[in-house]
């Protein structure tokens, strides 16, 4: 996965973090996904650097990429949450989730795990990532599974791996759900309102996933209510 991006046009030099993976535009050996929604705030940034309160540094040549990657939001002005940021990303994960619907990779039924402990061993201890094979070889009741277990599991601690997963189980999921199978997504929905409010330093990688499935949950699965709670 590159690590760095494009040339800016307007500084001339290049960006930190990479452009968003295009699903549609994968190749077929590529089956890896984003890391983290990072990428996607990269993408509204012109908005953002037009914000009196957003500043914009270059890195000392001596800063790693974790460094780069986990800016501390210090103070409520600064925080990354916008109306301009949320139109932006609800466009961009409404055509992401078109484009997964449109791969076409082999499934891994016999390589799945096979129950709640397998799965937690997978995507926590050994903080493997989904591959877009994986998510094809999991069905709608395994995805609410997956989403129950960790909305549990989920904490200000969490790595981008596990982080990773939730995002693209949310992309994965059908649209049409019982009110027992909204549940699950409130109550994840619910674990990232806590997180957000009860905590003022969050890393960058936390709190814009942690808004990403507020805003998804909210406006995409028509839980508009939740959203009432995000600031």
Not at 173 to 200: A, H, Q, Y
Not at 201 to 218: A, F, K, R, T, Y
Request: proline residues 5%.
């Amino acid at each position: 996965m590159v690590i760095s991006g494009p040339v800016d046009v307007e500084t001339n030099q290049r960006g930190v973090f990479p452009e968003l993976l295009e699903l549609g535009e994968s190749s077929d050996s590529d089956d890896s996904l984003p890391l983290d929604g990072v990428s996607y705030l990269k993408k509204v940034r012109i908005e953002a650097k037009h914000r009196p309160v957003v500043k914009s540094v270059e890195a000392p040549p001596t800063t790693t990429i974790t460094q780069i990657l986990e800016p501390r939001i210090s103070n409520r002005t600064e925080q990354i949450y916008s109306s301009v940021w949320e139109g932006k990303f609800l466009e961009r994960f409404i055509k992401l989730r078109k484009n997964f619907n449109l791969q076409k990779k082999p499934v891994l039924l016999g390589l799945l795990p096979k129950n709640k402990a397998e799965w937690h061993q997978l995507i926590m201890d050994e903080l493997k990532p989904p591959t877009i094979s994986l998510l094809n070889s999991i069905d709608q009741g395994t995805a609410l599974n997956l989403l129950k277990w960790n909305t549990k599991w989920f904490s200000c601690n969490s790595s981008k791996q596990q982080i990773t997963w939730i995002f693209f189980l949310l992309i994965k999921l059908d649209m049409v759900m019982t009110s027992d199978e909204l549940s699950i997504l409130r109550e994840l929905c619910k674990k990232c309102l806590f997180l957000r409010n009860s905590k003022k330093n969050l890393p960058l990688h936390i709190q814009s996933n942690i808004d990403m499935v507020i805003s998804v949950v909210g406006n995409i699965f028509g839980q508009k209510d939740l959203l009432l709670n995000k600031l």
